[in-house]
């Protein structure tokens, strides 16, 4: 009986500890935005702003609602943009990590690529990819992709590199093979360094998918800032950058939902 207590006390311990690590970053991020808010509204109302330089929250809201299906129609499109870029990036990042490691003497040719890919600045290179792959989707999910695959591909690759030895040389008086070792001994001890990569990726994917748009584009967010600050519309333009705002943090903390619950040993 009293083990049966005992169990039905840890259980709901962990039940409770469980419901507190969602709600607690929700929490925060509520509050975080009510400050910011209050902040904002502070600054209008103590300086006296025009609307065409600082529009108040509320104007902001108001314009939130009355634009509500055009906001989403670009927020459609940005988003797309993002997570196939995230997704053509992490391939990326995994295909150039495991190149590394598996084929050393290729590193000293691949390094030099991937550092000129981020010396590059993003606004240099995103012309280009307009001219090559055109004003639509594609340029801007790899504008993304370019961007995040570096923080990708050097997380990826110093998790494989300094995976405990003690592991790789049990695994070797076992037997195991080459491929072997990288499927069930690299790749998980490499797992929680990856998810810190794909943390970053997710955090600046947008920045690529925005540029594009800003650079060349017929719809996304980015796009309807541009229109929106060309007309003067000042409060739709603070309107679609709160929905990348909300879009972005919102990618973020679903990421780290999943990559938790994906990668249990994870250290938190």
């Known amino acids: 009986m009293l083990n049966a207590n005992t169990a039905n006390t840890v259980s709901t311990t962990q039940t409770t500890s469980s419901k507190e690590r969602v709600t607690q970053p929700m929490v925060r991020v509520v509050v975080s935005t009510l400050v910011i808010l209050g902040l904002w509204h502070g600054v209008v109302v103590v300086f006296d702003m025009p609307s065409f330089i600082l ?9 939130l609602v009355e634009r509500q299906d055009v906001l989403l129609k670009h927020t459609w499109v940005t988003a797309q943009e993002i997570l196939l870029g995230l997704l053509l990036g992490l391939m990326m990042g995994l295909f150039f990590a495991l190149q590394m490691l598996l084929f050393e003497p290729l590193k000293r040719w691949l390094l030099p690529i991937l550092i000129a890919s981020q010396a590059i600045p993003v606004f240099a290179i995103a012309p280009v990819l307009m001219l090559w792959l055109g004003y639509g989707i594609a340029s801007k999910v790899v504008m993304a992709a370019i961007i995040i695959f570096f923080p990708v591909t050097t997380c990826c690759y110093d998790g494989l590199r300094n995976t405990p030895t003690g592991y790789l040389d049990l695994a070797k008086t076992m037997g195991a093979t080459k491929w072997q070792l990288l499927r069930h001994i690299r790749l998980p001890a490499a797992l929680p360094t990856l998810a810190s990569g794909i943390r970053v990726a997710v955090v600046i994917a947008p920045i690529g998918a925005v540029v594009g748009e800003w650079v060349g584009s017929s719809a996304g967010l980015g796009y309807l800032m541009l229109q929106a600050n060309a007309r003067m519309i000042i409060d739709e333009m603070f309107a679609a950058l709160f929905i990348l705002a909300v879009l972005s943090i919102s990618l973020y903390f679903v990421t780290d939902r999943l990559l938790k619950k994906l ?6």
């Open 55 to 63: 529009p108040a929250p509320l104007d902001v809201l108001i314009k």
């Open 263 to 268: 990668i249990p040993w994870e250290s938190h």
